[in-house]
């Protein structure tokens, strides 16, 4: 596939393929409702393939560091020196390296990379099959469109990985010591994960998200008058090395506050307080889901002037999905529900498609 697909034209032939498909699920929403069997066929059969599609498209992509594939080239190094016989040196995320090494005797490159994009797109369909059924499809492709995912197939793919096996350990709720297993999991492959997975837990002891919505809304003057002390306290905490450094290196408070980022991250939380207090969306779950978020998405926003401080972000980014369409698929909360659920779906690709197109314009 790497070869059918110019790598140069690697990002806009998925962000197109993204929009193409938006259009059509628009078309079934304005003339079907969503429980309509031909919708139900449709959505299904486009399901199934886009698994089969972007798993084949992300994995299959061309070894380089051009084009937006950044740590591709780090990996492959890697991956080739264990291929000949290099031992492993590092034990932090030893998971990760011991999946990479063990991966390296008997595979090419790209069938790693191939592996690691199943396991990075398989939970995003595991999750949505897990809540919402037959209706899967609609969360699975917010999870696809959303604004970190392909950056995540094909750049920070250790860390897109872990989240996505965080993702999967949230389909066994009932079956705690399976959840358990696949949170230790995510944590080996990349410790920030340890994160999320605590905010999780927390939820268990407290889950009220008024309070959380309350706390995400004290950390941006927090941040703003005190994004030093912030970043300087979570740098001593050393839970992963390489972003603690980023941390570190990020005192003196030059790095811009990212007003667009906190807009983004503002869809879920409005999403959130929308669904829960305006339209009396009542499931424990969903709370969970939601002040996990808050949580993460906090503790981001308060080193947000942190070198690099989108790989904080992807600690909360990587739930966004499911966090605003989780109550659209549970239940019916509007007149025209199925046509509401897919003018929302557009309006969150949006700031994906703007972002590139217009933003990153003079950067490509």
């Not at 030059?254 to 007003?259: A, E, G, I, V």
């Not at 779950?285 to 080193?303: E, G, H, M, P």
């Not at 990587?318 to 659920?341: C, D, E, Q, S």
Request: with cysteine.
């Amino acid at each position: 596939m790497s070869n059918l697909i110019p790598s140069i034209y690697h990002y806009e032939t998925y962000i197109y393929l993204c929009l193409f498909l938006l259009v059509f699920t628009l078309i079934h929403a304005l003339i079907l409702r969503i429980h309509d069997l031909k919708n139900v066929a449709f959505i299904n059969t486009v399901g199934y393939s886009l698994l089969v599609f972007f798993i084949l498209f992300i994995g299959q992509r061309e070894i380089t560091s051009r084009y937006g594939f950044g740590d591709t080239a780090n990996y492959y190094k890697a991956f080739d020196a264990f291929s000949k016989g290099a031992p492993i040196k590092e034990v932090k995320d030893l998971g990760w390296q011991l999946f990479m090494k063990s991966l390296a005797t008997f595979t090419t490159a790209h069938t790693f990379f191939t592996i690691c994009a199943f396991l990075y797109i398989f939970p995003l369909y595991k999750v949505s099959k897990a809540y919402f059924k037959e209706y899967w499809y609609y969360c699975f492709f917010a999870f696809l469109v959303s604004f970190s995912f392909y950056t995540y197939g094909v750049n920070g793919v250790r860390n897109g990985v872990a989240g996505s096996l965080f993702l999967w350990g949230l389909c066994y709720k009932d079956k705690k010591w399976l959840m358990i297993l696949l949170f230790a999991w995510a944590i080996m492959f990349h410790k920030t994960i340890t994160l999320p997975v605590i905010a999780y837990l927390l939820t268990y002891l407290y889950n009220n998200p008024k309070s959380y919505l309350i706390a995400w809304f004290v950390a941006i003057p927090l941040s703003l008058v005190m994004g030093s002390v912030w970043i300087g306290i979570f740098a001593s905490l050393g839970f992963d090395d390489r972003l603690s450094g980023y941390l570190a290196g990020s005192t003196t408070g030059t790095t811009s506050f990212r007003w667009d980022f906190i807009f983004y991250s503002s869809f879920a939380v409005f999403a959130g307080w929308y669904f829960i207090f305006k339209k009396k969306f009542k499931d424990r779950f969903y709370n969970q889901l939601l002040n996990t978020y808050l949580i993460c998405n906090a503790f981001w926003i308060l080193v947000i002037r942190a070198n690099f401080s989108n790989r904080f972000a992807y600690l909360s980014w990587f739930m966004m999905a499911i966090v605003i369409f989780y109550p659209f698929l549970k239940t019916r909360l509007f007149k025209n529900h199925h046509l509401t659920l897919a003018k929302v779906l557009i309006a969150y690709f949006m700031f994906t498609f703007l972002m590139f197109f217009i933003y990153y314009a003079d950067k490509r």
